[in-house]
């Protein structure tokens, strides 16, 4: 019986003192392993009388519930602490930066043309191009800019060697990208609803103008848009783009070569604070050429002009895009600052899309 | 052009305002760039009358003026520091609150040492009249009180700057924009009063006309006794004001009539004329003193005014010193021609000169006024310079002007939409000067002489709407028919998308010039070229020689950019750009490309380790170049990849992407020349890929294969093989690949040694292979027997043994 005690106490002690997991296992096996104590307890019943048995193994029962149970304690207590410990030494400093990241950003031109393209295509557009090098038919002949007419001076144009053969010799750098309206109603029977995004290039560079820009042309033929068409779709595109609901618009008599009627767009800005906000104020900022196009340009691309009609316009993107974001400076575009691109660029994720805003 | 209020009011009867007057030109497409109206700026400062003028009680230089600013005998106290300042002057007043121009300043009550000074007496310069500031504005004692300075000094007349357009050659002559603004209601036009002036003598100089289809008609007239000299104030006040500089009386009429109607004029000193007068083609060789002193060579093409003593003028476009007019000027001969707009801008273009007159003659001046100009030039000149007129010589006839335009009323309303009824649009053409047959449809209608740039019935709806106003054309908008589909063509959706893609990937978007320095590309050219086509591709007036040729790749210019933005301190570059390179100057020959480049290191030196500072090398260009054909629905898995790539790039580091013969793009590490011939230091990698060559997608539709994932789990073998060095790790993995196609799911390198432990020559590749089985769980034995044969295949294909 003392047997019995003893050991309960010599248990617990040792229980007690256990420091760590593999001590504690060390008394576990050392009581109730196949050789432990309390096993070999039991295995003396046996040989007892079923008086002696009966009362000894009530103890020694109670012995194994509570040492298993002393055990079970100490070990949970004992994880405890190991996982604490382990914890402690795994420490960091979780103020050292992150490995960073590069960061790659989409051009304000790019956007700009996706937003623009997000628009127009809502209005059944869809998008046409073409090369950058023309010949003089598709740039301005075909546009109705007559030989030495001072509309041609307009554009200050970059020209290549003329070509060796061909009937449209005399190769330049489109001014405009309205060549490619040319192109379009050459090869494709109206109607015609085409937008037409494109590097441009004009032989001038100063605070204001870059040797190379990029313009947006739309044109629309059908046998019945007229000028109400035109400035519905323009009215629409510009309250879109720059997301000012109450945008007043007004619409000047121009000229154009290769249309007519032509006007030039104006939207209402307030320059009042120093800085330039679109939208109601007292100012008005040119935003866009325009007009009906002349039946000249569809007679010389085989449209026949008593039965189609249609308008076309024309807009500098990068202008556009430096009044929407507010960005200073036209030459900064082009100089891969890549701060500037950080800055005046956007995310990749952020794709244009009329339902999430523009 | 710029013209001044009262100008107008010379042909304009209107009570219009000037901002009424302002905002029609704009709305009938005469657009106002600037109104200067010096008379509202002035508006505040009036002459006064300083009463008295004594010493500042602290100060030695400074007098207290006591002024009678509007002769109410209220007097106004004021501080100045002007010597002239003294009791009895008269001079100017700026009231408190007045903004002083010269100062840019707005004037505040001020009390100088103690005394209050309400207002001040200003100089010329304060007034931006003149720089004179020695003293306040003397004005002669007779000046009345209370007058307005603008009123005094001329300076009421407001200038308006018109923007305009090429092809009102009528509105380049005030009395056209007068027309146009009767046209739109705001007045009427006054009439002109062109009676003919009675030759008192035959005019002995005569005029022939060799070149007809340059010069078709040609007046000339002889005026004697004329007095040359400063033109009067008014004459010289209204050119000044738009920016004329007074010449000579004779002179300034020439000018007047440029600007006043369109009609440009030249006089000539009739007593230095020899012989008779001759309008040709120039000689080749022939030479002209012109007179803005500059001396032309002419060539054949080139219209002259000549003499017995050769050329006199350039006809249109600007006359000679050898007959100019002078004070001295006692005979004068008046010439008013009319010369074509085409020759005229193809002669001023060759020699570059910008006169009033090739502006006007090249846009097409009113051929049918040059009787009519002539008389009223005698007349100027007479009463401004005396003199008797003889007889008016005519050579050639007048240019053909008159056509006839088929218009139906109803095209205004389909081409404007907008209603306007025949009354008003009849109305508004017979206002313009157009006469209008409209008895019977289409109507009969003839422009006018001044309105060359009228064709046809498209010009006839313009002239309507423009008048009645654009502002009430009603918007109606677009809206599609159908669904959104093809907007973006595969190409440039492929632009697009790889776009997005490469900025994901940490590529920052640049866009650079199309063009580039051409001895710089000259590395960059990926297909073969001979200088034939290099000229072709050479622009022939680029604006500086860094920008003269088109470019042959995007590499250059991203590779510089990198460079400037190392330059300023911010290295490590990662810039693509997606934009076209010129192989020529065909269609065809022009392409989108998107390329990449990253410059020195992934990132700067970071605590995490080495990696984010490691060196840019030929993997990240390539792991770049096939997210980009990836974008473009090319499989990464599918490109095929040879040791072949433009010589721009590092020979043992660089490849070409393709499949097949089709060259899909290139990728590696810059060669260390080509950086070096672009002043760029390097390392840098780049790419280059050509999105129009992936093949379209086969598959129509928008549904996507159905997916069948194996209920089996995969199992994965490692394979470490001893190879040649040469061999490739690509024909390792494609040997081993095809040793049991339809288990092997794929197959990954991941690890490649050499050096110790590796005989010389040769390197360890180490594959995983990962096996997915499709109906049935593989035994170990089935697993064992594709090992053997996946080193059975890859020795076979490259001499590989397995690593002991």
Known sequence: MSQVIQLKSELEQRINAANDLDSLEKIRVDALGKKGAITALMQNLGAMQPEERKAFGAQVNELKDNVTRLLEDRFKTLKAGAITARLKAEQQDMTLPVTPQAKGKIHPISQTVDEMIAIFADMGFTVAEGPDIEDDFHNFTALNFPEAHPARAMHDTFYLPDATEGKDKKRLLRTHTSPVQIRTMMSQKPPIRIIIPGRTYRSDYDMTHTPMFHQLEGLVIDKSTHMGHLKGCLIDFCKTFFGVNELPTRFRPSFFPFTEPSAEMDIGCDRSGGGLKIGAGKDWLEILGCGMVHPNVLKNCGIDPDVYQGFAFGMGIERVAMLKYGIPDLRTFFEGDTRWLDHYGFDALERPNLATGL | ?804
């Open chain 2, 1 to 804: 052009m710029k013209f001044t209020l009262s100008w107008l009011k010379d042909h304009l009867d209107t009570k219009a305002s000037l901002n009424d007057i302002v905002l029609a030109l704009t709305a009938i497409g005469l657009e106002v760039e600037n109104v200067e109206d010096r008379g509202a700026m002035y508006a505040p400062f009036k002459t006064a009358k300083v009463v008295s003028a004594e010493k500042h009680p602290n100060a030695d230089r400074l007098k207290v003026l006591m002024v009678d600013t509007d002769g109410s005998g209220k007097l106004t106290q004021v501080v100045c520091g002007a010597p002239n300042a003294r009791a009895g002057m008269t001079g100017v007043f700026a009231p408190e609150g007045s903004y002083i121009p010269g100062l840019d300043t707005v004037l505040k009550k001020g009390v100088i040492r103690s005394v209050e000074s309400c207002g001040m007496m200003v100089s010329e310069r304060e007034m931006k009249l003149s720089d004179e500031h020695t003293g306040i504005i003397d004005l002669p004692d007779s000046t009345p009180v209370g007058v307005p300075m603008a009123q005094l000094f001329g300076l009421d007349d407001p200038v308006i700057e018109i923007n305009l357009t090429p092809n009102r050659a009528d509105c380049a002559g005030i009395r056209g924009i007068a027309r146009d603004l009767a046209a739109k209601g705001l007045g009427t036009l006054k009439p002109l009063d062109a009676t003919a002036v009675p030759a008192k003598f035959d005019t002995p100089i005569k005029v022939k006309i060799d070149c007809p289809e340059a010069c078709p008609q040609f007046l000339g007239r002889l005026i004697k006794g004329v007095k040359n000299g400063p033109s009067p104030e008014w004459l010289q006040k209204r050119l000044k004001a738009i920016g004329l500089r007074p010449i000579s009386t004779l002179v300034d009429i020439t000018n007047y009539f440029t600007i006043s109607l369109n009609r440009p004029l030249h006089v000539f000193d009739a007593d230095k004329l020899k012989g008779n007068i001759v309008v040709r083609k120039a000689k080749d060789g022939e030479s002209l003193d012109a007179l803005n002193d500059k001396t032309y060579t002419l060539d054949a093409s080139m219209t002259a005014v000549c003499d017995d003593s050769g050329v006199l003028g350039l006809g249109g476009i600007i006359g000679g010193n050898s007959t100019g007019c002078s004070d001295a000027t006692q005979n004068v001969y008046i010439e008013c021609a009319y010369f074509s707009p085409l020759h005229t801008a193809l002669t001023g273009r060759k020699l570059q000169i910008h006169s009033d007159a090739r502006y006007r003659f090249e846009r097409g001046i009113d051929p049918a006024f040059l009787a009519d100009g002539m008389e009223l030039a005698t007349k100027m000149v007479q009463e401004l310079c005396g003199g008797e007129a003889g007889s008016v010589v005519n050579a050639g006839a007048e240019a053909a002007w008159k056509r006839t335009v088929a218009f139906d009323p109803a095209r205004t309303e389909k081409l404007a939409g907008i209603h306007l009824s025949h009354q008003e649009q009849h109305h508004v053409l017979v206002t313009l000067g157009f006469t209008c047959d409209s008895h019977v449809i289409p109507w009969k209608v003839v422009p006018p002489s001044w309105r060359p740039d009228i064709e046809g019935s498209a010009d006839l709806v313009e002239e309507i709407t423009r008048i009645h106003g654009f502002d009430s054309i009603q918007p109606v908008s677009v809206t599609r028919d159908g669904t959104l589909t093809g907007v973006l063509s595969g190409d440039l959706k492929r632009r697009q998308d790889t776009r997005r893609v490469l900025a994901a990937r940490g590529l920052k978007e640049a866009v650079t010039w199309s063009f580039m320095q051409s001895g710089q590309a000259l590395p960059f050219e990926s297909v073969a070229m001979n200088d034939n086509k290099r000229t072709e591709l050479t622009l022939t007036n680029p604006i500086s020689s860094e920008m003269d040729r088109m470019r042959p790749s995007i590499l250059p210019n991203l590779l510089q950019a990198a460079q400037r933005n190392a330059d300023k301190g911010f290295a490590n570059a990662a810039l693509f750009e997606i934009g076209p390179v010129f192989n020529g100057t065909s269609p065809d020959e022009q392409f989108f490309m998107a390329a990449g480049i990253r410059h020195l290191a992934m990132g700067d030196k970071h605590w995490s380790g080495a990696e984010a500072s490691r060196a840019v090398s030929a993997y990240d260009a390539k792991a770049d170049a096939l997210a980009a054909l990836e974008a473009c629905g090319m499989p990464a898995s599918k490109v095929q990849i040879t040791n072949d790539a433009p010589a721009y790039y590092h020979p043992g580091r660089s490849a070409t992407l393709r499949q097949g013969p089709v060259v899909l793009g290139w990728f590696g590490e810059l060669h260390p020349s080509a950086l070096e011939a672009l002043d760029v230091k390097g390392p840098a990698c780049g790419f280059e890929v050509f999105l129009a060559r992936v093949p379209a997608p086969k598959k129509t539709g928008t549904a996507k294969p159905l997916l069948k994932p194996s209920p089996f789990q995969p199992v994965s073998r490692d394979f470490a093989f001893i190879v040649d060095a040469g061999v490739n790790a690509d024909t390792i993995m494609k040997a081993a690949s095809a040793a049991a196609k339809d288990l092997i799911e794929r197959v990954d390198v991941f690890d490649v040694y050499a050096g110790k432990g590796i005989e010389a020559g040769k390197k360890s590749v180490a594959i995983a292979v990962i096996l997915q089985p499709r109906d049935k769980t593989l035994t170990d034995a089935e697993i064992d027997g594709i090992g053997q044969s996946i080193v059975k295949a890859v020795g076979d294909k490259t001499g590989a043994t397995l690593r002991a």
